[in-house]
């Protein structure tokens, strides 16, 4: 990794996120070159030191370890902590007393989950938590061969993570310091991925770096229209990339996919090494539990589960992910010890097609809810069910007959209108419940409507 950037220009430009980069990164690399044994004792003592720090300063953990009679010296990483899990509920209707009370509210950085596969929920970090978890996340970037300051093209649709006009030194730091690419892909249709062509073309990155459903529709338009540059690295995240449009990103590009694991609310937790036989998740940033939930034909399905051990802010214990997974027998030949899964079952969203083709990707709905302010109060669960190209249908579920739903409804449908570009015709359902998938996801967008590849016709 590039020295000038880790120990000058990304401190220097960002200081809020980046401030003391270098030694998080050795601290990490430190981690990594220790022995198995050494390694499974560091995080036994990470895990125990965020659960004695959870019950001295967050008010739902001091009672819920008491009514459970759990001590944190019972907590075993050879073992499932004897905690029931949280939630996205607990996070929405006990936010105050999950803070801890160690940090002033000043001192937290608070952020919100991207609301893919529900609602949006807020949560808080305090400032080291979003460090490290940007240290970490750079350094599983290494396990595919990405440096900081590596020429990247950031197929990414969440336009809170850019900037929408940035200044003249914004520009200098992200495309000349850095040498990144944006390029926006919450709505998809020809003209779009064409100006990302002509882009890509011309920056010729070693890196391609975006969204699942993004990067396959890139890639399939690029085999329709010609390609002459191949990236050296193709990393996908924040959706599940199918085996079918695998195949296509590494066939169209002429490499191997990386594949990443995270969300908004836990980090960057983990990556596909250099032999791709799984994912590992990474043992110095949190404590992972497989909770068995059933068998399918391909084998039995667990419940992700992710103790942070990095947010002391707002600790999250046996959070569940909403993501289920498989695993395997089989320790990675690369040697890792770290957690293991063949397969990430959870966060596969459709996309709204528009009449002349054009594509909302799902992962861009959710990002458009949250970016409504987590004002949702009465409804706790939606699903978008395409039924024609002008037709949505919008089942939600409402907390207990609360008023507000009406409001929450009609807000819903005109930011999604908005992110069309067209009034939806819309209906709408009010259920008990939503209909969970194989994986145990709620899906947020169904559609009924032709398949994605009318954006190439």
């Not at 690295?233 to 199918?242: G, L």
């Not at 995270?262 to 032999?275: H, L, P, V």
């Not at 289920?324 to 957690?339: A, D, I, K, Y």
Request: charged share 20%; hydrophobic share 35%.
């Amino acid at each position: 990794m590039s020295r000038f950037h880790t120990h000058i220009v990304l401190p220097m430009a960002e200081p809020e996120r980046y401030g003391g980069l270098a030694g998080r990164l050795r601290q990490i690399r430190k981690f990594e070159r220790m022995p198995e044994e050494e390694q499974r004792a560091v995080q036994q003592q990470r895990l125990q030191q965020l659960l004695e720090h959870a019950y001295k300063t967050v008010p739902y953990y001091h009672q819920l370890f008491d009514d459970t009679g759990f001590r944190p010296s019972d907590a075993r990483v050879d073992r499932p902590l004897p905690l029931p899990m949280l939630t996205r509920n607990h996070l929405r209707n006990e936010s105050n007393a999950l803070l801890s009370t160690a940090y002033p509210p000043q001192d937290l950085r608070r952020a919100g989950s991207s609301g893919t596969t529900s609602t949006p929920v807020l949560f808080h970090r305090n400032l080291e938590a979003l460090r490290d978890k940007t240290a970490l996340t750079l350094q599983l970037n290494t396990w595919a061969g990405y440096e900081a300051g590596d020429r990247v093209m950031m197929l990414w649709g969440a336009h809170r993570d850019m900037a929408l006009q940035p200044s003249w030194r914004w520009r200098l730091y992200e495309q000349v310091l850095m040498r990144c690419t944006s390029a926006p892909s919450g709505f998809l249709n020809r003209e779009i991925l064409e100006r990302f062509r002509l882009r890509y073309e011309k920056n010729r990155p070693k890196v391609l770096y975006g969204y699942s459903t993004v990067l396959a529709a890139f890639a399939s338009y690029l085999q329709e229209n010609g390609i002459r540059h191949k990236p050296q690295i193709v990393i996908a995240t924040a959706e599940v990339m199918n085996e079918p449009n695998r195949k296509l990103v590494e066939s169209v590009f002429g490499g191997t996919l990386f594949i990443y694991y995270g969300s908004r609310d836990i980090g960057m937790i983990g990556a596909e090494c250099s032999k791709h036989e799984g994912l590992h998740f990474h043992p110095w940033g949190s404590y992972v539990e497989f909770d068995p939930i059933g068998d399918t034909p391909e084998g039995p399905i667990y419940r992700l589960l992710v103790t942070d051990l990095l947010n002391y802010g707002q600790p999250f214990i046996r959070y569940d992910t909403g993501d289920c997974v498989t695993l395997t027998n089989q320790r990675c030949s690369c040697g890792r010890w770290f957690p293991q899964v063949t397969q990430i079952l959870g966060r596969v969203a459709d996309g709204i097609v528009l009449e002349d083709g054009s594509i909302v990707p799902g992962i861009s709905v959710g990002t458009q809810m949250a970016q409504m302010g987590h004002t949702f109060r009465a409804i706790s669960q939606v699903q978008f069910v395409q039924k024609t190209h002008e037709h949505l249908h919008l089942r939600y579920v409402v907390k207990d007959g609360n008023p507000s739903a009406k409001q929450e409804l009609q807000s819903i449908c005109r930011a999604i209108d908005l992110l069309a570009n067209q009034p939806m015709h819309w209906t709408l359902e009010q259920v008990s419940d939503i209909p969970r998938e194989r994986s145990g996801k709620i899906r947020l967008c169904l559609s009924e409507v032709a398949a994605h590849k009318e954006i190439l016709q």
